[in-house]
Antibody, heavy 122, light 107 residues
Framework: EVQLVESGGGLVQPGGSLRLSCAAS????????MSWVRQAPGKGLEWVAN????????YYVDSVKGRFTISRDNAKNSLYLQMNSLRAEDTAVYYC???????????????WGQGTLVTVSS | DIQMTQSPSSLSASVGDRVTITCRAS??????LAWFQQKPGKAPKSLIY???SLQSGVPSKFSGSGSGTDFTLTISSLQPEDFATYYC?????????FGQGTKVEIK
């Protein structure tokens, strides 16, 4: 059974940093693109970032470029999101998701974790 | 960026009704379109990819159609467990973008 379990969320002050983790199991992690998607309270879904199977390609939404870094450790079956210079508008539930794709491009979301809440507030 | 616009934003329907949700892309996206269901406090669930292909385990009462800029999600016979918010999403080009959601409520 595919499982994605996020952790690392919490309360952080504006300008602060946080590192989210996503532990994957039940599939060959190194064979899949992975993604982070967020949802602000009461709002819709927003794609944040994608990372290729070997970590060689990364894509970000403009609003987080230069502040967030997606990474992965295939030996540990783990996905990460390092979030720096956090703003109030980054407050959201952050989901990791498994993405179907090829060696050349990512395609569609397939499985989702349960999410972890990040609150940016003083 | 490609904008995804869903209509309606919300709808009220009865158990057994046939429900159709529309999603329009601001430019052509071929069939690189997915649909998701989300219930309150829960993670999204993937329903459809490539505009019309059902994800594994998704019941056949869900169907999708369309290509280019106009897409639809249809629920053939609404059941109590189908009351939720539905989102479309394009993966034709970065940044991937979602529609604003359609909330399906009980009439």
């Amino acid at each position: 059974e595919v499982q994605l379990v996020e952790s690392g969320g919490g309360l952080v002050q504006p300008g602060g940093s946080l590192r989210l983790s996503c532990a994957a199991s039940g599939f060959t992690f190194s064979s899949y693109w992975m993604s982070w998607v967020r949802q602000a309270p009461g709002k819709g879904l927003e794609w944040v970032a994608n990372i290729k199977q070997d970590g060689s390609e990364k894509y970000y939404v403009d609003s987080v470029k230069g502040r967030f870094t997606i990474s992965r450790d295939n030996a540990k079956n783990s996905l990460y999101l390092q979030m720096n210079s956090l703003r109030a508008e980054d407050t959201a539930v952050y989901y990791c998701a498994r993405v179907v794709g090829s060696s050349w491009y990512a395609e569609y979301f397939q499985h989702w974790g349960q999410g972890t809440l990040v609150t940016v507030s003083s | 960026d490609i904008q995804m616009t869903q209509s309606p934003s919300s709808l009220s329907a009865s158990v057994g009704d046939r429900v159709t949700i529309t999603c329009r892309a601001s430019q052509g996206i071929s069939n690189y379109l997915a649909w998701f269901q989300q219930k309150p406090g829960k993670a999204p669930k993937s329903l459809i990819y490539a505009a019309s292909s059902l994800q594994s385990g998704v019941p056949s009462k869900f169907s999708g159609s369309g290509s280019g800029t106009d897409f639809t999600l249809t629920i053939s016979s609404l059941q109590p467990e189908d009351f939720a918010t539905y989102y479309c999403q394009q993966y034709n080009s970065y940044p991937w973008t979602f529609g604003q959601g359609t909330k399906v409520e009980i009439k």
